[in-house]
């Protein structure tokens, strides 16, 4: 039988530890990184490949297979319908760039479900964490989604993925016509923050189209555990989803 209480306790080590030992080591004078050769608007730091093997050395001894942003998938040593799902630095341009928030995001889940989540926020030094049925925390305080009910009082946090289309207008007036919805649209550079923005209540609603799982699997157990709504479906990209995560007011579009 799968111990998911010993797994989150687990997870939330990990990721505290990790960041805690960048932090602590970082100079910030050399936060080296290089251009993506697959994408070239994608940077990869030499943080993430640190961060990436401290985490897997301590998921890969309980034999679930892994999904991870660096390594790809880890298959497990036994079947199971369960898998983690690591991002070991997400908002990786905000890293090294010192622009804005980045985070240490390990999620667990059940096929397509989301069981729970584990960020760590290297920007505020706080670990949240949450899922369906545990509910939603920071620092082992209970955090909730907010009670905005109009998407013209709402805030929207969204982004366009390195994949994102930009060059296509088609691509352009869909994003447009998405938010002009909203009272406010964030851009973070970090969807695991964006998702705790919902969680938390400081904002209502995070959609954005193709964006990587591993950049969501854990904010969105979080949502849910906040007492969100979640909703996603297979993107167009191997990996990648489409997201709409919400306060329980706000819902889907059509």
């Not at 949240?128 to 009670?147: H, N």
């Not at 949502?223 to 007011?249: K, M, Q, W």
């Amino acid at each position: 039988m799968l111990e998911v209480n010993e797994l989150l306790e687990l997870a939330k080590s990990i990721s505290t530890r990790a960041g805690l030992r960048l932090l602590n080591s970082l100079d910030q004078g050399k936060k080296e990184y290089v251009c993506s050769s697959e994408h070239p608007k994608e940077i990869k730091a030499l943080a993430d490949t640190v961060l990436e093997k401290d985490i897997l050395q301590a998921l890969i001894p309980k034999g679930l297979p892994i999904l991870s942003e660096e390594s790809g998938f880890i298959s497990g040593e036994r079947e199971s319908k369960y898998w983690f799902i690591v991002d070991p630095l997400d908002g990786t341009f905000n890293f090294v760039k010192g622009l804005g928030p980045s985070a240490i995001s390990i999620a667990l889940w059940q096929d397509q479900k989301p069981i729970f989540g584990v960020i760590y926020s290297l920007t505020e030094r706080q670990l949240f964490w949450g899922g369906v049925g545990i509910g939603a925390y920071c620092d082992g305080q209970k955090i909730l989604v907010s009670d905005t009910l109009s998407k013209a009082e709402a805030s929207i946090c969204t982004g366009f993925p390195v994949r994102f289309e930009s060059k296509s207008d088609l691509a352009i007036q869909k994003f447009l016509r998405m938010v002009r919805q909203y009272s406010k649209v964030r851009m973070l550079g970090s969807a695991a923050i964006s998702l705790i923005n919902i969680a938390k209540g400081a904002a209502d609603v995070y959609s954005e189209q193709n964006i990587m799982i591993w950049d969501v699997a854990a904010g969105l157990a979080i949502v849910g555990g906040a007492g969100g709504s979640v909703h996603f479906n297979p993107g167009t990209i191997e990996h990648s989803l489409d997201v709409y995560a919400s306060n329980r007011h706000l819902f889907e579009p059509n």
